[in-house]
């Protein structure tokens, strides 16, 4: 179970400068990709080997130039109910304002450990200055300068001394976890229960979760797994009902904590910006992926055309990444719904996939001659050997060459399309790397 860490406070006061400089030590995860809007809102670091995902609330506001205080407030109330420790920026040269009294206010009634975080602290000067802060009725401020770096060391010192000790989990490494993630409204609590059914007794509640029972152990009609409990079968929480924007936030914990996502896409709506967001997050934590457009029994006049186009709009929203499974499925009238538990589970399976040496090097070797890397400034790069990594999370090999740093990206992308030509690689990302021989 990962911790999140969420960012909040008032506009311009650095949140985002300071989510940059906590996720930048792993700039690997955070890579931008084109298609999310809201892609940098996201990140992971890790401080005295402690991973933990950081999110900016401030990167979720919908309009931006005129924050009111309610838009700060909701965003507050989230952190508050998802995160595992807040941190409340300030702005040491501008002092306490209105928009910051009111965050406090919020902020103390919470028993989450809150930080309070002085930033722009630039110079010594400036660090008397802090002391006003105290009146925020939260505790010592932290003076950083999000900008250099100054007093971030001591910062995350404290934030991973607040983490919960994990609970150890009870859970089988054998048995794969699926999430059902997706926008509020997509029917995600629908086909959870369409799976579980009212037979709840088949379903077992794994205590020990620092969440009320974050996995429930499904085994029935020959399936075995966890179904990992997004935030969307919890109560809703009043104060989050118009919050569109916050599913994103919602679905970290499930999807960091799963092996398949099923994304739950509205047939009726289609794909929408708010699906790309989690898509990508799926895509940042390189999970299986199995997209179910839900409410296909309220579509009208439906025919396979129609399928065919619609399975082509979703690719191409969510390309480069296409090679994954689409199932056109209903929620209420419980049509396709064990293709998809089906599915999801070869999906598993292809993560899972192990490829002998031998028959990595006698199918792609002779490719690889008839089509070998482009070459670069002259120079030819010659790939002789390929073998597969053990135990990682994703299936993923490597590529043995003379001058790998010639290799590129379209390279890399043609012989990832010629592996999943001749393997089954359906639903999970795989990773190639180009290393020296």
């Given amino acids: 179970m990962g911790n999140l860490v969420a960012i909040v406070g008032r506009p311009n006061v650095g949140k985002s400068t300071l989510f940059n400089r906590l996720t930048k030590s792993c700039q690997a995860i955070v890579n931008e990709q084109a298609g999310t809007t809201r892609d940098r809102q996201y990140g992971k670091s890790d401080w005295l080997g402690q991973e933990f995902s950081v999110v900016d609330t ?9 924050i009111f205080e309610e838009e700060i407030r909701k965003q507050v109330s989230m952190a508050i109910e998802e995160a595992d420790v807040i941190l409340f920026v300030v702005d040491v040269q501008n002092g306490v304002t209105d928009l910051d009294e009111q965050v406090a206010t919020i902020l103390r009634r919470t028993n989450k450990p809150v930080l309070l975080v002085s930033n722009k602290t630039d110079n010594n000067d400036l660090q008397y200055d802090a002391a006003e802060f105290y009146r925020l009725g939260l505790g010592d401020p932290f003076c950083i300068s999000a900008i250099s770096g100054s007093g971030t060391g001591d910062l995350l010192d404290v934030l991973v001394s607040k983490f919960k000790k994990e609970s150890e989990e009870i859970l089988d490494d054998d048995i794969p976890c699926f999430a059902v993630v997706g926008r509020p409204n997509a029917g995600k609590s629908l086909i959870v229960n369409a799976f579980i059914g009212e037979d709840r007794n088949i379903v077992t509640e794994i205590a020990g979760t620092t969440r009320d029972s974050i996995y429930t152990r499904y085994e029935k009609f020959g399936f075995d797994f966890y179904l990992v409990d997004t935030a969307g079968i919890r109560k809703k929480n009043k104060v989050n009902e118009d919050l569109e924007y916050y599913s994103v936030i919602r679905s970290i914990r499930a999807i960091e ?3 398949v996502c099923i994304l739950m896409v509205d047939a009726t709506r289609g794909i929408e910006g708010q699906d790309l967001n989690i898509f990508s997050l799926i895509q940042r934590n390189s999970k299986g992926l199995v997209v179910v457009v839900n409410k296909w029994d309220l579509v009208e006049n ?3 055309k129609m ?4 399975e082509g709009a979703i690719r191409e929203r969510f390309a480069p990444f296409t090679d994954f499974p689409i199932i056109f499925a209903s929620a209420t009238t419980k049509q ?5 538990l089906e599915t999801a589970g070869e999906v598993y399976e292809n993560r899972t996939i192990k490829i002998p040496t031998a028959q990595l090097n006698e199918e792609l070797l002779p490719l690889i001659e008839a ?3 482009p070459s670069n400034k002259g120079k030819y790069s010659k790939i002789k050997y390929i073998t597969q990594l053990p135990n990682t999370q994703v299936p993923s090999f490597v590529f043995f060459a003379n001058l790998p740093q010639y290799v590129k990206e379209p390279y890399r992308r043609f012989l990832e399309n ?10 999970t990302p795989i990773n ?4 020296q021989k």
Wanted: charged share 30%.
């Fill in 302 to 304: 439906k025919n396979n």
């Fill in 432 to 435: 190639i790397y180009i290393r």
């Fill in 257 to 259: 904590n799963s092996d």
């Fill in 307 to 310: 399928i065919k186009e619609f």
């Fill in 58 to 66: 401030g990167g979720w506001v919908v309009n931006s130039d005129d």
């Fill in 336 to 340: 396709r719904i064990f293709k998809v």
């Fill in 418 to 427: 010629k592996m999943r030509e001749k393997w089954n690689f359906t639903g």
């Fill in 371 to 373: 089509y070998p890397p």
